[in-house]
C-alpha cells in the first residue's frame, strides 16, 4: 500500500490496523521531503529565530540555542517528554499511529529528512512496534508523551514489542538515529495517537452497530413483535437520513417471517414497547452521529498538525495551533454517546424477551425454571455493562486542565476521549452478544414456526458457535463466543451499506 501523497481513505485505515499491509513512501513525498528540508537547512544558516528550530520550546520559546546544541535540543524534548504511564498500548493502535505519523510527516511541511520517513516505515514494515505507554496526553501541542515513547525507538531507547515480545530498541534497531534541527519537535507534535485511537473505537462501533442491527431485528421476531414500525412511509415524514436508512434494514431483515405471520392472526397488541418498535429512529440517530465523526476522523488523518509548519517555497515557518485535538474530542465524544445508546437499546431488549409477561416466552427463557436459571444474570451482565458505558460517556472535551506554566491554557483531553471508546464497544458488543443468544434462544422456542430467510441465516450462525440452552451450562464462554463473531465483523454481510470502513 502506498502513502504520503493521497489520503487514505477509512477502509485503508481499517486494514492498516487489522491487517498490517506492507506500506511504501510513494516517490512525490520525497521530492516535498526534501523540499521541507532543505527550507530548514537554509533558516538555521540564516541565524534567525524559528520556534522549536533554533528556540527552545513552550514557555522556553524566547530563549535562543547555538547551532552546536541543536541536535541536543531535538534530542532532549524527545527524553524529557517520555513521560507516560499506564499499560501499553497494543499493536494496532501503535500500527495505525505510525502510519499516519509517516503520512503527515510526508507533506513536507514539517522540515524532516526523507531518511526520518524511511525509519518509520521500517519500524512499521518491520513489525517493530515502539512501546506507548496509554496515558499522560490532553491531546494539545499533539500527543506530546505518547509521540514521544515512539520517537525513543528510533533513537535505539526504550522497548518495543517484535511478534508480541517486548525487547530493548537498541536490539531491534539497526542503526539509532541522530535528529537533525526540526525533527524531535515534528514527531512528537501532532494527533495521531488520539486520531488511532479514534479510528481504533470507531471500527469496532461499526462491528458492532451491525450486529445490534441484526440483533434486534432477531429480538422482535423472538418477542413476536410488528414490524410496522418499519414501514418506510413513516420515516419519510420525519426525514432524517440515518433513520430511513436503518429502517429499510430492519423492514428487510424480518421480511417473511412466519412467526410475524403468526402473530398477526393471533395477536391483539396494537403497539410494542420502545425498544422494539423505536429501534429506525434511535439507531438512525446514532447512525448518524457515528456517519459524522467518521468524517472528522478521516480528514485528521489526513491533516498536518505539527507546529510550527514549513512552507518551503518561501522558507517560511509559521506557528499555529494544528495540534490541538479538539476535533477529535468532540467527536470522540458524540462517537461515546452513541455507543452507550446501542448497548443501552440492546439491553432493553434481553429484558424484554427474559420477562414472560413481554415475550411471551418462558420466563428467562429457558424451560424447568427454577432449577435452572437460564438468562437471569447473562441480563445482569448486559445491565452492568451499560451501567458502565453510561459513566464513560460523560464528556472528555470539557474537562480541559491548563498545563506547561499556563503557556497551554486550553487544551482537548482527545486521547482519553478516543481511548475510552474502545472500552466502551467492547462493553456495547457483550451486551449485543448476550442478546444474540436471549434471541436465537426465543426463536428456538417459537418452533415449529420459522423465522424470517435473513433471521434464519443470523440465528445459523450463532448456533454454528453455541447451542440451544436446553438446562443451565457455563454460561461465560458462549458470551465470548459470540462477542469475538461481532468483533469480527461477521454481521456486516446482513447490513451492507451501513458501515463505512468496510
Known sequence: MKIGHHPLDLAALRRIAREAPPLELEPASLLALRAGYDAVERIVKSGRPAYGINTGFGRLSQTRIPVEELEALQTNIVLSHAAGTGTLLDDAVVRLILA??????????????????????????????????????????????????????????GDVRVKGKRMPAREAIKAPLKLAPKEGLALLNGTQVSTALALIGLFAAEDVFAAAVAAGSLSLDAAAGSD??????????????????????????????????????????????????????????CLDQMRHAARIFEIEAAA????????AENDEILSGGNFHAEP????????????AEVGALSERRIALLIDSTLSGLPPFLVEHGGVNSGFMVPQVTAAALASENKSLAHPASVDSLPTSANQEDHVAMATFAARRLSDMASNSAGIVAIELLAAAQGIDFRAPLKTSPKLQEIHSLIR??????????????DITAIQALIESGAFHRFTPGLAFSV
Open 328 to 339: 477529535i474530542a468532540l467527536a470522540s465524544d458524540v462517537l461515546a454517546l452513541a455507543i
Open 464 to 477: 454454528s458457535r453455541v447451542a440451544f440452552y436446553d438446562h443451565d451450562r457455563y454460561f461465560a464462554p
Open 100 to 157: 499516519l505519523k509517516i503520512f503527515a510527516l510526508a507533506t513536507g511541511h514539517s522540515g524532516v529528512r526523507p531518511l526520518l520517513v524511511e525509519r518509520l516505515l521500517e519500524l512499521y514494515n518491520g513489525g517493530m512496534y515502539p512501546c506507548i505507554p496509554a496515558k499522560g496526553s490532553v491531546g494539545a501541542s499533539g500527543d506530546l508523551a505518547p509521540l514521544a515513547h515512539l520517537s525513543l525507538a528510533l533513537l535505539g531507547i
Open 228 to 285: 410496522t414500525p418499519f414501514d418506510s412511509r413513516i420515516h419519510a415524514l420525519r426525514g432524517q437520513a440515518g433513520q430511513q436508512l436503518v429502517a429499510r434494514f430492519y423492514a428487510d431483515l424480518v421480511a417473511d417471517s412466519e412467526i410475524r405471520r403468526s402473530h398477526l392472526e393471533n395477536d391483539a397488541r396494537v403497539q410494542d414497547p420502545y425498544s422494539l418498535r423505536c429501534q429506525p429512529q434511535v439507531m438512525g440517530a
Open 304 to 311: 498536518v498538525t505539527d507546529n510550527p509548519l514549513v512552507f
